[in-house]
């Protein structure tokens, strides 16, 4: 088991940033790819980045492309999302998830533990 717990959301204006965070407790955090997804109101989950076990290959999804960058700390068992010139339809519930898959995928499916989420605000 893994357990996952992100932190770091919050109410931020248009062109603001954010640090989102999220530990890892249980099994060896190195094993995992790690992804960041969000849900917005009404609308299904959808994928932000992912990064894979040793930070050498990172996947971004076009809505963050530019803007969002995800990072890992091994040696601190965390996984971070730093979200830069953030924009109204950023607003959503980000999760962070891990995956036990060799390759970095970017569908829900292929994650195996997942966090409650952190909610992110962006007013205009």
């Known amino acids: 088991q893994v357990q996952l717990v992100e932190s770091g959301g919050g109410l931020v204006q248009a062109g603001g940033s954010l640090r989102l965070s999220c530990a890892a407790s249980?099994?060896?955090?190195?094993?995992?790819?790690m992804g960041w997804f969000r849900q917005a109101p009404g609308k299904e989950r959808e994928f932000v980045q992912a990064?894979?076990?040793?930070?050498?290959?990172?996947y971004y999804a076009g809505s963050g492309k530019g803007r969002f960058t995800i990072s890992r700390d091994n040696a601190k068992s965390t996984v971070y999302l730093q979200m830069n010139s953030l924009k109204p339809e950023d607003t959503a519930v980000y999760y962070c998830?891990?995956?036990?898959?060799?390759?970095?995928?970017?569908?829900?499916?292929?994650?195996?533990?997942w966090g409650q989420g952190t909610k992110v605000t962006v007013s205009s």
């Open positions: 990064i894979s076990w040793n930070g050498g290959t990172t």
């Open positions: 249980g099994r060896t955090f190195g094993n995992y790819v």
């Open positions: 998830a891990a995956s036990a898959a060799v390759v970095v995928g970017s569908r829900p499916e292929e994650y195996d533990y």
